[in-house]
Nanobody
Framework: QVQLVQSGGGLVQPGGSLRLSCAASKIIFSFFKTGWYRQAPGKQRELVATITSNGNTNYADSVKGRFTISRDNAKNTVYLQMNSLKPEDTAVYYC?????????WGQGTQVTVSS
């Protein structure tokens, strides 16, 4: 079955950087709109960034200028480079791929920004 396998994440100090990866099996990311979402404790899941099949990107206002979403078609992997991290970026991050009636989610990875 389709699997989105995430890696990266962890504990980082404020101002630090992390990179999340999401590798897909059974689907080709370049045919999908892919993205990253996050969910902090007690809050709803929110959109962080997306990249369309033709490479257009979109970001939440809270991460613009700090986060970058990218896709490596040869590796069938989507990345989220997170710089200048803030404590309010602490959340479980999920990758997502969707197309028409299909939607797939990664397993989630914890990102904690704390000194």
């Amino acid at each position: 079955q389709v699997q989105l396998v995430q890696s990266g994440g962890g504990l980082v100090q404020p101002g630090g950087s992390l990179r999340l990866s999401c590798a897909a099996s059974k689907i080709i990311f370049s045919f999908f709109k892919t993205g990253w979402y996050r969910q902090a404790p007690g809050k709803q899941r929110e959109l962080v960034a997306t990249i369309t099949s033709n490479g257009n990107t979109n970001y939440a206002d809270s991460v613009k200028g700090r986060f970058t979403i990218s896709r490596d078609n040869a590796k069938n992997t989507v990345y989220l480079q997170m710089n200048s991290l803030k404590p309010e970026d602490t959340a479980v991050y999920y990758c997502n791929a969707e197309r028409v009636v299909e939607a797939y989610w990664g397993q989630g990875t914890q990102v904690t920004v704390s000194s």
